[in-house]
């Protein structure tokens, strides 16, 4: 999900693309995934009718953005599963979120925000969830309070193992800035349990940081389960993001589903979802 950064870009030493080059397609078409939040507004008005267009549009999998008071959009987690399944699509993962409080922090007291976790837990087995994504905390302050996350995290994914789920997180740029002189990106990789925590990166948002998604596949390859694929607008409109090179490296990766995310749009929300998975199916040859 966006946040707002101001960020003044001078140069990317990234790669760039004109036009799709795969030549053959490095996953199924039914591991393409639609971030449900790039049609928020449109879901708020009716989310029947466009989880439907979803399925239509040509999509097989989902990804909600909506958890809340042990619910999705407003649904129970069986009332959400058949309103999905209905569409001809499966939803394989969730954006969900419980930060720790000043004081939780301070105390590294995860007791209460573990019991929370069981209950999501409960309701992502039953919304039929194969993965939980914490898509975003803030820069924390000094290397021990990021520590005291990496341990956090730690103990969500293992607990979502014991059920049979995978845990990861998904960033933005800020990540790669710089806590007491590390890259709080490269820490929380370095300092989450690849058999607990894998990375959701989101690769639009990588880029604005200023990095290369492709060297961090192989700087810590395998730990990136699943992939946003995101671009300042559409897929492609930006001309910034190497989409050709990152999914040339996508074994690398390790990665199983991207995930399509649409924030800003040239056109209608449901047209711009339409246009970047025509573009991806395009590139991917599929």
């Given at each position: 999900?966006e946040?707002?950064?101001?960020?003044f870009?001078?140069a990317?030493?990234?790669?760039?693309?004109?036009?799709?080059?795969?030549?053959?397609?490095?996953l199924?078409?039914e591991h393409i995934?639609?971030?449900?939040?790039?049609l928020?507004?449109?879901f708020?008005?009716?989310?029947?009718t466009?989880i439907t267009k979803v399925?239509?549009m040509?999509?097989?999998?989902?990804e909600?953005?909506?958890?809340?008071?042990?619910?999705?959009?407003g649904?129970?987690?069986?009332?959400?599963k058949a309103?999905?399944?209905?569409?001809?699509?499966?939803a394989?993962s969730?954006?969900?979120?419980?930060?720790l409080?000043?004081?939780?922090?301070?105390?590294?007291?995860?007791?209460?925000p573990?019991?929370w976790w069981?209950n999501?837990?409960?309701?992502?087995?039953?919304?039929?969830?194969?993965?939980?994504?914490?898509?975003?905390?803030?820069?924390?302050q000094?290397?021990?309070?990021l520590?005291?996350?990496?341990?956090?995290y730690?103990?969500?994914?293992?607990k979502?193992?014991?059920?049979?789920l995978?845990?990861?997180?998904?960033?933005?740029?800020h990540?790669?800035?710089d806590?007491?002189g590390?890259?709080?990106y490269?820490?929380?990789?370095?300092?989450?349990?690849?058999?607990?925590v894998f990375f959701?990166?989101?690769?639009?948002?990588?880029?604005?940081?200023?990095?290369?998604?492709?060297?961090?596949?192989?700087?810590y390859?395998?730990r990136?389960?699943?992939l946003?694929?995101?671009?300042?607008?559409?897929?492609?409109?930006?001309?910034?993001?190497?989409?050709?090179?990152?999914f040339?490296?996508i074994?690398?990766?390790g990665t199983?589903?991207?995930?399509?995310?649409?924030?800003?749009?040239?056109?209608?929300?449901?047209?711009s979802?339409?246009i970047?998975?025509?573009?991806?199916?395009d590139?991917?040859?599929?």
């Open positions: 999900m946040k707002k950064f101001l960020l870009i001078t990317l030493p990234l790669f760039t693309s004109c036009a799709p080059q795969a030549a053959t397609p490095p199924p078409k995934a639609l971030q449900l939040y790039s928020r507004k449109d708020g008005n009716n989310f029947d466009t399925g239509e040509g999509f097989a999998t989902v909600a953005a909506s958890y809340g008071d042990g619910k999705f959009y649904k129970t987690p069986e009332e959400f309103a999905v399944e209905n569409a001809g699509l499966t394989i969730s954006h969900t979120a419980r930060l409080t000043a004081e939780e922090l301070a105390a590294k007291d995860f007791s209460q573990l019991e069981d999501a837990i409960r309701d992502h087995l039953a919304a039929g969830m194969q993965y939980i994504v914490t898509p975003w905390m803030g820069v924390p000094t290397l021990a309070d520590q005291t996350y990496c341990d956090y730690n103990a969500i994914g293992k979502c193992k014991e059920k049979g995978s845990f990861g997180y998904h960033n933005h740029a990540e790669f800035t806590v007491e590390v890259t709080m490269d820490y929380m990789v370095e300092h989450t349990n690849p058999e607990w959701q990166m989101d690769v639009y948002w990588t880029v604005i940081g200023r990095k290369s998604p492709v060297e961090y596949f192989q700087k390859p395998g990136f389960t699943i946003h694929i995101k671009d300042h607008k559409e897929l492609g409109q930006s001309g910034m993001v190497g989409f050709d090179a990152i040339r490296n074994e690398t990766a199983k589903y991207v995930v399509v995310e649409v924030e800003q749009y040239n056109f209608s929300p449901l047209e979802v339409k970047s998975l025509d573009y991806l199916l590139l991917l040859k599929i």
